[in-house]
């Protein structure tokens, strides 16, 4: 009986280990920050995309007296789904990302991370839901995957909502 029952058993773990979980998140907030430079220089950003094909950009610069830019805007379905793809393919609703040594962090720069809000399936359950977030400095073997997830989420944002948003910080920057 144990003969049978052990590779019965060890079969229906290696396919629950490599059989990908469906994705179910609410919304995700890529955010990136320009980084270390003179205060009056600094700006950041966060795109904001929920399952439900909203998005929104939110832009902010000033030192003193900080400056928020708030656009909407619509994401197609397909859209959706290559975002889902990447946070499946990349297990990020799963196992955390490992971090790069603090001896090897590069000092200065720009950062970027992201926040994926899980969609709570049983909404009677008394809990808030999980938050899953990547490291500003993942560990090497994940950068490349990463930086292409955090491209893509970046490229949904409509031009002319970037284009103005620059434009209003440059008038700043130069006391307009």
């Known amino acids: 009986m144990f003969k049978v029952l052990l590779p019965a058993l060890l079969l229906v773990n290696?396919?629950?280990?490599?059989?990908?979980?469906?994705?179910?998140?609410?919304?995700?907030?890529?955010?990136?920050?320009?980084?270390?430079?003179?205060?009056?220089?600094?700006?950041?950003?966060?795109?904001?995309?929920?399952n439900h094909m909203d998005g929104i950009f939110e832009y902010t610069y000033g030192w003193e007296n900080p400056v928020t830019l708030s656009y909407k805007f619509r994401v197609t379905k397909d859209k959706i789904s290559a975002i889902s793809k990447y946070i499946s393919t990349m297990n990020l609703m799963g196992e955390q990302i490992p971090e790069t040594p603090d001896a090897k962090k590069p000092i200065g720069g720009s950062l970027r991370n992201i926040k994926i809000v899980e969609?709570?399936?049983?909404?009677?359950?008394?809990?808030?839901?999980?938050?899953?977030?990547?490291?500003?400095?993942?560990?090497?073997?994940?950068?490349?995957?990463?930086?292409?997830?955090?491209?893509?989420?970046?490229?949904?944002?409509?031009?002319?909502?970037?284009?103005?948003?620059?434009?209003?910080?440059?008038?700043?920057?130069?006391?307009?």
């Open 119 to 176: 969609e709570m399936q049983n909404p009677n359950e008394d809990r808030p839901p999980k938050v899953y977030e990547t490291p500003y400095f993942p560990a090497e073997e994940y950068r490349a995957d990463l930086n292409k997830m955090y491209d893509y989420i970046d490229s949904l944002v409509p031009k002319y909502m970037r284009d103005e948003a620059a434009s209003k910080r440059e008038a700043y920057l130069n006391g307009n």
């Open 14 to 50: 290696l396919f629950c280990k490599t059989a990908q979980a469906p994705v179910y998140w609410d919304h995700i907030e890529y955010m990136f920050q320009s980084g270390p430079v003179s205060p009056k220089y600094q700006y950041n950003y966060s795109v904001i995309i929920n």
